[in-house]
C-alpha cells in the first residue's frame, strides 16, 4: 500500500482559498490515479478531483471552475488548490491513491470554511 500525509486544512473565511498537500511514500508515476474526496457530517464520502497518471483531470460540478488538482512528481506531492470556498465546501479531505489492486487512504485533514 501507499502512504499518504495530508497536510493544509483549515478555518477560512467564506470567498477564501486554502491548499492541502499530499505526500506519498512512494514514487507517483507508480501509481495509477490520485484523488482527492470529502466528507461533510452526515454525509458520504465523495469525489472532489482526480488525476491519472497520464495527468488527466476530472472534477465534481460542485467544484469545477474553483478547485484545481496538480502534482509535483519531484516532491511526491499532489495538491488540491480551493479558490472562492462557500461554507458547503466545510469537510474533512481525504487523499486517495489507486496502484495495482490496491486503494490507499490519508488520515483526512479538516476543511472548515465560515460564513
Known amino acids: 500500500q501507499v502512504q499518504l500525509v495530508e497536510s493544509g486544512g483549515g478555518l477560512v473565511q467564506a470567498g477564501g482559498s486554502l491548499r492541502l498537500s499530499c505526500v506519498t511514500s512512494t514514487n507517483i508515476f507508480t501509481i495509477s490515479a490520485m484523488g482527492w474526496y470529502r466528507q461533510a457530517p452526515g454525509k458520504q464520502r465523495e469525489l472532489v478531483a482526480s488525476?491519472?497518471?497520464?495527468?488527466?483531470?476530472d472534477y465534481a460540478d460542485a467544484v469545477k471552475g474553483r478547485f484545481t488538482i496538480s502534482r509535483d512528481i519531484a516532491k511526491n506531492t499532489v495538491y488540491l488548490q480551493m479558490n472562492t470556498l462557500k461554507p458547503e465546501d466545510t469537510a474533512v479531505y481525504y487523499c486517495n491513491a489507486q496502484k495495482r489492486m490496491a486503494t490507499s487512504w490519508g488520515q483526512g485533514t479538516q476543511v472548515t470554511v465560515s460564513s
Open positions: 488525476m491519472a497518471r497520464d495527468g488527466n483531470t
